[in-house]
């Protein structure tokens, strides 16, 4: 399966916030699934951490490629060719 995370959903994910239900958790770390972020999360991230609406343990340019590593988590790429 092949699972799109927006903004809220990663952002409960990272921090174990108990918001998620355990289906959902559990298709997250599921191996069979591929997990993807877009582009737009890592805007919309910066942009509320820049306004203050949104605390992070560090800048999110820090923090939100380490936690999308940490969880086996793909950015999601934009097909060239199409």
């Given at each position: 399966?092949?699972?799109?995370?927006d903004?809220?959903?990663?952002l409960?994910?990272?921090?174990?916030?108990?918001r998620?239900?355990?289906?959902?958790?559990?298709?997250?770390?599921?191996p069979?699934?591929?997990?993807?972020?877009?582009?737009?999360?890592?805007?919309?991230?910066?942009?509320?951490?820049?306004?203050?609406?949104?605390?992070?343990?560090?800048?999110?340019?820090?923090?939100?490629?380490?936690?999308?590593?940490?969880h086996r988590?793909?950015?999601?790429?934009v097909?060239?060719e199409?």
């Amino acid at each position: 399966m092949k699972i799109l995370l927006d903004t809220h959903i990663f952002l409960w994910y990272i921090s174990g916030k108990s918001r998620l239900s355990a289906d959902v958790r559990d298709k997250i770390r599921n191996p069979d699934n591929d997990v993807y972020l877009s582009v737009v999360l890592i805007w919309e991230t910066i942009i509320k951490y820049q306004l203050g609406k949104l605390p992070l343990p560090e800048p999110p340019e820090t923090y939100l490629p380490q936690q999308r590593d940490l969880h086996r988590i793909s950015s999601l790429a934009v097909d060239e060719e199409a």
